[in-house]
């Protein structure tokens, strides 16, 4: 849901669950989550929202702030380390660097990454499909910074390119996380352990995403 704060709109993507109480929070990524008691209002969910309206706009602009400022980043072939699959390599180990400018090597990387993570999550949605018996209308490789995957309620699923630089067992969680919205579209008890059936240790790739997604970046 979108939310008018602090002069801005925002996202909010809520979560419902068996709780008594309402809760927000941004990841690393500027994700707003509202975790919100199952039966709560829009209207609801928007009051407290704002009721932290100055800490979130806050965070929200050190984020922005941190994702604008300059980075260095190494794109000499001999000298720039990049993750893919969970592990470093150099830059001339994903791609071919020779005589290639800095924004033609990030081009070339990022088309790499795009590549590579239609073909991981190709291979490995089929298992889960079988398993939750689920079949999406469609699979695109998309560009965010606020999302690693999404579900639409035509059955389209999308995912994260950067999930090409997680480990395998990361991008699995992600792939699961989408499909279970096939069943359930909403984050309530019901899509977590239908999540939890497939991945018990679930809750340790989310962390590994909100401890390490700010380095998953070109």
């Known amino acids: 849901m979108k939310i008018e704060l602090e002069h801005r709109v925002i996202d909010v993507h809520v979560a419902y669950g068996a709780r008594n109480k309402l809760s927000v929070r941004v990841d690393p990524n500027g994700l707003v989550t509202a975790k ?8 609801e969910i928007a009051r407290a929202v704002r ?5 979130l706009a806050a965070r929200l602009d050190a984020i922005e702030r941190a994702r604008s400022a300059p980075r260095v980043r190494e794109y ?11 592990r470093y390599y150099k ?6 660097t020779e005589g290639l400018s800095e924004e033609e090597l990030r081009l070339r990387l990022k088309k790499f990454y ?8 190709l291979e490995r949605i089929q298992g889960y ?8 209308k469609s699979i695109e490789i998309m560009d ?12 389209q699923l999308t995912f994260n390119y950067r999930l090409a630089m997680a480990p395998v067992e990361v991008i699995d969680y992600v792939i699961i996380h989408e499909l279970c ?11 977590w352990r239908r999540v939890g059936s497939i991945m018990p240790d679930y809750k340790e790739k989310e962390a590994f995403l909100d401890r390490y997604g700010h380095a998953m970046e070109l």
């Open 114 to 121: 795009m590549a590579s993570c239609k073909k991981v999550v």
């Open 91 to 96: 830059l001339n180990e994903l791609i071919d």
């Open 36 to 43: 919100a008691p199952n039966g709560a209002s829009e209207d």
């Open 129 to 136: 499909q079988k398993q939750l018996r689920v079949t999406p």
């Open 181 to 191: 919205h096939l069943l359930h579209m909403n984050h309530d008890r019901s899509f």
């Open 144 to 155: 965010s910074i606020t999302k690693w995957g999404s579900c639409s309620s035509n059955k």
């Open 51 to 55: 009721q932290h309206g100055a800490q």
């Open 76 to 86: 000499e072939g001999e000298q720039g380390k990049f993750l893919h699959l969970g």
